[in-house]
Structures are given as structure tokens and as C-alpha cells.
């Protein structure tokens, strides 16, 4: 079985201020990991995955994330962010037979002027 | 090229009726997916259509149910809803059901 747990609901921040937002899996199986972004009243959008190669994997808006897979980690950061990055951030991991994704709670990024 | 879309995009329902939605998915995506977001389980698969054959299935009831057209069109029916059915309800389309999915944008139901 597959989990995936990001230990912050919410994460405050300055803006202009780095951020990094947690993520650790669980599966027995080989793992596809993806970062999604939830804006209010929105569906989801794909920030970033990670599939095979290279461990660090450049996103959209700025946002990277690094694979470690001998931590199961999944950690998303940005050197700086924007009041427009304010949002819900779900990391989510697929593999095996399915393409069923495995979300985690969410962690809801606020930026202060 | 346009974006999975789904309609409607509010709903609101009494409980004890049915209800059906629609997601078109990105053109040439053959996989569908479904999920359902609420605040208290977060975001959970309900089920995935490939080539209008259901592939994969979540643990939701039977009152839950899906289907998927020729133009790989997808509609999810709920029958004899509850209030616990309130939620934001998100499809996803992929090109082969094993790569990314894109989401589309959600139906919200509220049901009273």
C-alpha cells in the first residue's frame, strides 16, 4: 500500500522569504511523485513530478523539489516566494499497476506582505 | 489545446436524489479519472475509466458509479445522496492512464 503524509497543515511565510513544504511517501513498489497546487474555489495544477532521472525536478513558478529516495522524501521549495503563491499545496504519489493517486493532506502555503 | 472541462460546475441537491456529472477530458486523453475532495478526507480516487472500461475502483459504495463514451467523455452518477456527499468532485484525464493527469476544474455539490 502506497501513503503519503506532509506533517504541515499550514506553513506561514514573508514574502520574498524562502519556503519548503514536506512531503514523505510510503510504497513498495516504484513511485511516481507529483506536487499539485489548489487556488480557492479551483481545480488542481500540476507544479512538478518526478518519473526517473535526474532527482531534482524543476516546476512551474519557480518551485523545485528534490526525490531522495533513501529518506522517502519529496520536499517542494521556492527561494523566494510571491503573495500569489498563496495556496493549497498537495504532494501525491502513484506507481505500481495504477495510475491511482495517493494525496496527502495538503499544506496550505500563506504569504504575508 | 483546451483543458479537461466539467459541467456543472455547482449543483445543489436534496438528499435522497440523484445526480450525474460530466468531464470532457483533454483532447486525445483516453484515461479518466475521479476524484472526491472533502475537508474532513481530503482527496480520495473513486474510480478510472480507459477505453470506457472501468480500470480501477476506490472503496466508495455502490451508490457510486461511472461510465465512459466513445470520445472518451466520462460521467459519474451518485443515486440516494447524503449529506456526507457534499464535496468538490475532481476528474482527471491522462493520454494512457499511466502518466500525469490533468485536472479539471471540479463540480461542487452540496447536498441538503
Known amino acids: 500500500a502506497q501513503s503519503v503524509t506532509q506533517l504541515d497543515s499550514q506553513v506561514p511565510v514573508f514574502e520574498e522569504a524562502p519556503v519548503e513544504l514536506r512531503c514523505n511517501y510510503s510504497?513498495?513498489?516504484?513511485?511516481?511523485l507529483f506536487w499539485y497546487v489548489q487556488y480557492p474555489n479551483q481545480g488542481l495544477q500540476l507544479l512538478l513530478k518526478?518519473?526517473?532521472?535526474?532527482?531534482l525536478v524543476k516546476g512551474i513558478n519557480g518551485f523545485e523539489a528534490e526525490f531522495n529516495k533513501s529518506q522517502t522524501s519529496f520536499h517542494l521549495r521556492k527561494p523566494s516566494v510571491h503573495i500569489s503563491d498563496t495556496a493549497e499545496y498537495f504532494c501525491?504519489?502513484?506507481?505500481?499497476?495504477?495510475?491511482?493517486?495517493?494525496f496527502g493532506t495538503g499544506t496550505l502555503l500563506a504569504v504575508q506582505p | 489545446k483546451a483543458g479537461v472541462t466539467q459541467t456543472p460546475r455547482y449543483l445543489i441537491k436534496t438528499r435522497g436524489q440523484q445526480v450525474t456529472l460530466s468531464c470532457s477530458p483533454i483532447?486525445?486523453?483516453?484515461?479518466v479519472s475521479w476524484y472526491q475532495q472533502t475537508p474532513g478526507q481530503g482527496l480520495q480516487f473513486l474510480f478510472e475509466?480507459?477505453?470506457?472500461?472501468?480500470?480501477n475502483k476506490g472503496n466508495f459504495p455502490g451508490r457510486f458509479s461511472g461510465r465512459q463514451f466513445s470520445n472518451s467523455r466520462s460521467e459519474m452518477n451518485v443515486s440516494t445522496l447524503e449529506l456526507g456527499d457534499s464535496a468538490l468532485y475532481l476528474c482527471?484525464?491522462?493520454?494512457?492512464?499511466?502518466?500525469?493527469?490533468?485536472f479539471g476544474p471540479g463540480t461542487r455539490l452540496t447536498v441538503l
Open positions: 518526478y518519473l526517473s532521472g535526474s532527482t
Open positions: 510504497s513498495s513498489v516504484s513511485v511516481y
Open positions: 501525491a504519489v502513484s506507481g505500481g499497476a495504477t495510475n491511482k493517486l495517493i
Open positions: 483532447s486525445g486523453h483516453r484515461s
Open positions: 482527471a484525464s491522462s493520454l494512457t492512464g499511466t502518466d500525469t493527469q490533468y
Open positions: 475509466y480507459f477505453s470506457e472500461t472501468q480500470r
